[in-house]
Every structure is written in structure tokens, then in C-alpha cells.
């Protein structure tokens, strides 16, 4: 397990980047990020994604690692290190990623089921109509129909993980599982274009149709920057922490966006042109995509199940090594705030998470009764971390590096370890145009919340 204080940061820059980024590449890499880009117009949403992520998702994600790695500290004890007045942000972060664990290891348990129903070659079965819908409806017999036993796994193999640490754990996991993933979404890629009439879709996915653009466009892509870089959950703080002062920040910032970017792009590049293609243009948002119309799209492809195969077992990785960054980020929070070693921090996260993630789990079948403003545990937790509080969090963080402590104790920390040539946009950026951005996004969850608008 944890060594004490040797296994207390990352390797190097190498680990920091491998883990960071592992952290940013996860289901909303490959399961989000393809449905959005099909429903905000293609090649369009794409563009304004990428201009975002090197302005907007660049600045957040350069402000939580130098706040980590300035206080050395979770999201709760690094705000109020910089400031006391100003401790409820940190809280207020931590909590993010608390409510999102459980929901999230029980869509990875969804992962797991498939990708093990694949290798056991059952994947006719799994592409069988209404398959999905009785799985996470309980209704399917037998101790491996069980969606409960999945997310249980699935949480037991997270946490396993952390037990044994930053170095032994989370960055030796991560070193092995990216490279993996990336292999393996290249390679099916690449299988993908010899698909008759992939052309066209590459064309919707590739071309910037300007007459598809809308504010809509751009909020979608703005609240698709957390999903993907792990922003505004106390995770880049927590790995912040753990990382070494002589590794550059900003080269390291910038590599994680560039990996975490190109998962994306390929995740579109592989998954629009295919359903487009083999799907009849039908593209399902949400879990329907990539539970329900990809095995159906693999069930088209000469050797599909093979391809389907490696697909869930790479999804799985994504989910698996985001999972871990999230529940770090919780441990390191309890450790700070309550003074408790790895193992009784961890024992904490577990009860947290078999709670919560029993509501979400059960919540389409023997809990289905029961909703919060219409919408069941899942969707409801979902949606309230992700356009509420993440958004909350953010603007609240450049508002506090902005204006109470001011940018230059984020600037000395990325000097420390290299130059900073972003410096004067990254001050603009935090100031101001961040948190126009962000409040933006947190009005319009609010509104979508109250039924006053759709998102």
C-alpha cells in the first residue's frame, strides 16, 4: 500500500502528465463528446471546441494545478490556506467529485458488463433489442444480470487502486492503461475507414458548416470542457498537489490538453462516421449511444464483435482511470480535513459511494417510483454536478484568483518551474473572460432546472 511520504508525489513530469491526463480521458471523452458533436452540427462543434480548450480549458486547467501545487493540499485545505474568509470554495469543489464517484463507477459498471459479455462472445445477445433497458432495469436473471454486482466491482477495482497510492497506484496504473487506450482507439479508427461511405460522414464531423452554429453550439462545447479536462471536480488540485516543483507547469498543462483533445477528436472521428454510415444517421445522446446504437452498428461491421470488443475494454480504461482521479480527489480531501491515514479515508469513500451509487444504480428499476424534479437518481445527480455546481465551482475560482488573491500567485507558481508565456492572455482569461463564460453556463443550468429553458 502507500509508502509514507516517498509515494507522496508523482514520479516526475512524465507520471504527472500520464496521470493527469488519464484523469481528463474518460466517458466523456469517448461516450460525450461523439453525441454532442453530432447534435451541435458536426465539423462547427468542433471548431469552437478546440478554440475553447486553448483558451478557456487551458487557463482553468494551468489555475487548479499551480493552486495544488502551491499549497501542496486538496480543493478543501487549498482555498483556505490562500485565504480563510474564502474555505467554503474549497468545500464546495470537494463535494463535486463525492457525488459524482458514485454515479460514475456505476456507468462504468455498465462498461464492464459489456466489455466481459463481449469477450465471452455474447455480444449478439447484448445487441439484442431492449437488452440495455432490462439490465439497468433489474430485469435480468441471474447474479451477472445484476447491474448492482457490476457497479460493485467496478468500484471495488477503483479503489483497489488508490489503496496503493500516487506512485504505485495511480501513476504505475495510469502509465500502463493510456498508452493502451490510445493504441487500441487508433487502431479501430483506423479499421473504421474502410467502412463503404465513411467519406461522407468524416465530412459532417470534419467540416465546419457555419450555418449549423448557435449560442447552443457554444454552451454545449463550454460544458463539455469539464466532462473532458476534469475541470472544477478538485482533481487537478489534488494531482497539482502531488506534483513535483521542478516539473513545468505549463508544458505539462498543455500536454494534458493536447492528449485529452485528441481522444476526443478520435472518439468523434471513429464513432460519428460510423453510426452516420452504418447507423442510418440515428445517434442516440446520452447512454442509448453507446449501449444501445453501437452494438448495433458493431452487429453491421465484418468481425464486429472482435471491434466491439476492444472498444469496451478501451472504454473501460477511460472510465477506470478517470474513476480513480475522483475518488483521489475525495481521499485527499478527507485526509486534510479530518486527519485521516489512506486506508480509513478510503473506508469513508466506499460507504459514500455504495449509498449514493446504490440510489443511481437502482434508480431505473426497483427505485424508478422515486425522482427528483422529474428526473431519476442518476440523471438528476448528473445533472445537478455538472451544469450547477461544476460551473458554480469554476466562476467561483476565477473570481478568487482573479480578484481576492490576484492572478500573480499563479503566475509565481508556474515561474518556479519554467517561463509562462501565456501570462497576459492567462490574466485576461481569468479575469474576465472565464467568468463570463461560466456564469453563462451556470444561468442556463439554472433556467434548464427550473423548466424555464432546454438545454
Known amino acids: 500500500m502507500e509508502n509514507g511520504k516517498s509515494d507522496s508525489t508523482f514520479t516526475g513530469r512524465l507520471g504527472f502528465i500520464l496521470a493527469a491526463a488519464g484523469s481528463a480521458v474518460g466517458l466523456g471523452n469517448i461516450w460525450r463528446f461523439p453525441y454532442l458533436a453530432e447534435e451541435y452540427g458536426g465539423g462547427i462543434f468542433l471548431l469552437v471546441y478546440l478554440v475553447l480548450v486553448v ?47 458514485p454515479y460514475y463507477c456505476v456507468i462504468g459498471g455498465w462498461v464492464t458488463k459489456y466489455s466481459v459479455d463481449y469477450i465471452a462472445g455474447s455480444g449478439s445477445v447484448v445487441a439484442g433489442a431492449g437488452f440495455f433497458e432490462s439490465f439497468i432495469e433489474c430485469g435480468l436473471t441471474g447474479l451477472m444480470g ?26 504505475r496504473v495510469s502509465k500502463v492503461l493510456l498508452p493502451l487506450l490510445l493504441v487500441m482507439l487508433i487502431a479501430i479508427t483506423v479499421y473504421s475507414f474502410t467502412i463503404p461511405g465513411v467519406v461522407d460522414g468524416l465530412k459532417f464531423y470534419l467540416y465546419p458548416d457555419f450555418s449549423n452554429f448557435s449560442m447552443s453550439t457554444v454552451l454545449g462545447a463550454m460544458g463539455q470542457l469539464f466532462f473532458s479536462m476534469s475541470l472544477a471536480m478538485g482533481i487537478m488540485i489534488t494531482y497539482g498537489a502531488y506534483m513535483k516543483k521542478d516539473v513545468p507547469i505549463e508544458k505539462s498543462v ?121 428526473k431519476p437518481f442518476l440523471d438528476f445527480f448528473d445533472f445537478f454536478v455538472n451544469y450547477i455546481m461544476m460551473p458554480l465551482v469554476a466562476v467561483m475560482t476565477c473570481l478568487f484568483i482573479g480578484f481576492v488573491v490576484k492572478p500573480k500567485v499563479i503566475i509565481d507558481e508556474v515561474k518556479l518551474s519554467g517561463d509562462f508565456a501565456w501570462e497576459k492572455p492567462y490574466v485576461i482569461l481569468v479575469k474576465w473572460v472565464c467568468p463570463v463564460c461560466l456564469i453563462l453556463i451556470l444561468m442556463t443550468g439554472l433556467l434548464d432546472l427550473f423548466g424555464v429553458f432546454t438545454l
Open 55 to 101: 483558451t478557456f480549458g487551458f487557463a482553468l486547467m494551468l489555475t487548479e494545478v499551480s493552486l495544488g501545487r502551491r499549497t501542496g493540499k486538496s480543493c478543501i485545505a487549498a482555498f483556505g490556506e490562500l485565504s480563510q474568509k474564502h474555505r467554503a470554495i474549497g468545500w464546495i469543489a470537494a463535494l463535486v467529485p463525492a457525488l459524482i464517484l
Open 254 to 374: 498543455r500536454n494534458i490538453s493536447i492528449i485529452d483533445t485528441s481522444v476526443a477528436f478520435l472518439a468523434g472521428l471513429l464513432i460519428v462516421p460510423m453510426v452516420i454510415v452504418l447507423g442510418g444517421g440515428s445517434m442516440n445522446s446520452g447512454p442509448g449511444l453507446m449501449f444501445e446504437t453501437l452494438p448495433l452498428v458493431f452487429e453491421t461491421m465484418p468481425g464486429g464483435h472482435v471491434i466491439a470488443a476492444v472498444f469496451f475494454i478501451l472504454v473501460f480504461f477511460a472510465a477506470l482511470t478517470s474513476s480513480i482521479s475522483i475518488a483521489e480527489a475525495v481521499i485527499l480531501a478527507l485526509k486534510d480535513r479530518f486527519n485521516l491515514d489512506r486506508m480509513k479515508a478510503i473506508a469513508v469513500v466506499a460507504v459514500i459511494t455504495l449509498v449514493l451509487g446504490t440510489l443511481s444504480c437502482l434508480g431505473y428499476g426497483p427505485l424508478d417510483s422515486i425522482t427528483i424534479i422529474g
Open 146 to 171: 445484476n447491474p448492482m454486482v457490476w457497479f460493485i466491482v467496478f468500484a471495488v477495482i477503483t479503489l483497489l487502486v488508490v489503496a496503493f497510492g500516487v506512485q504505485n497506484g495511480i501513476e
